[in-house]
T-cell receptor, first 111, second 113 residues
Framework: QKEVEQNSGPLSVPEGAIASLNCTYS??????FFWYRQYSGKSPELIMS????GDKEDGRFTAQLNKASQYVSLLIRDSQPSDSATYLC???????????FGAGTRLAVHP | DADVTQTPRNRITKTGKRIMLECSQT?????MYWYRQDPGLGLRLIYY???????NKGEISDGYSVSRQAQAKFSLSLESAIPNQTALYFC????????????FGQGTRLTVV
């Protein structure tokens, strides 16, 4: 079992819709969770971090964390074509202080 | 100027050659990381360092070595490059602590022919 798993996609949504991206992780002791966006050929950039169970909102982005079920999700409201990218879920496994990444989900927002 | 700088940005090398990728940062972070990215596989951790004297192997360290010359510099070496090391390589840094994100360099596209 991979430490961090994501559906590779592509996830295709129409402009203005909500995109929902999911991630599961295996280390129950994981403490911090991050979503990065990566455009093709570019470096990953952080868009959200979450550390406690529940929802965290930042503009059009909402991160959701459920430690009991070991999943973290990212919702993108009012999706725009500029949101088309690969979204990487990253987890800091308990006690190791390093980031482990999922393979990423490719999102395509079509006009 | 970028906070995390990688050199070179692109490199083509021949099988069996030794190559070094360099990373420097101005963020003052203690921790530095080297990842490689292959299509469909996400970012895989090669080596990471928490300070100059603390270097650790990641998921895929075979065939690679690293050197932390200073707090701000972390280099990755391929002792004898092979074609399946063709990939996009990223250096990243983070501050100490459990709740700190990683900041990435621009990446180095390495092709081994």
């Amino acid at each position: 079992q991979k430490e961090v798993e994501q559906n590779s996609g592509p996830l295709s949504v129409p402009e203005g819709a909500i995109a929902s991206l999911n991630c599961t992780y295996s280390d129950r002791g994981s403490q911090s969770f991050f979503w990065y966006r990566q455009y093709s050929g570019k470096s990953p950039e952080l868009i959200m971090s979450i550390y406690s169970n529940g929802d965290k909102e930042d503009g059009r982005f909402t991160a959701q964390l459920n430690k009991a079920s070991q999943y973290v999700s990212l919702l993108i409201r009012d999706s725009q074509p500029s949101d088309s990218a690969t979204y990487l879920c990253a987890v800091n496994p308990g006690g190791y202080n390093k980031l482990i990444f999922g393979a990423g989900t490719r999102l395509a927002v079509h006009p | 100027d970028a906070d995390v700088t990688q050199t070179p940005r692109n490199r083509i090398t021949k099988t069996g050659k030794r190559i070094m990728l360099e990373c420097s940062q101005t963020k003052g972070h203690d921790r530095m990381y080297w990842y490689r990215q292959d299509p469909g596989l996400g970012l895989r951790l090669i080596y990471y360092s928490f300070d100059v004297k603390d270097i650790n192997k990641g998921e895929i360290s075979d065939g690679y070595s690293v050197s932390r010359q200073a707090q701000a510099k972390f280099s990755l070496s391929l002792e004898s490059a092979i074609p399946n090391q063709t990939a996009l390589y990223f250096c990243a840094t983070s501050a100490s602590g459990l709740y700190t994100e990683a900041f990435f360099g621009q990446g180095t596209r390495l092709t081994v022919v």
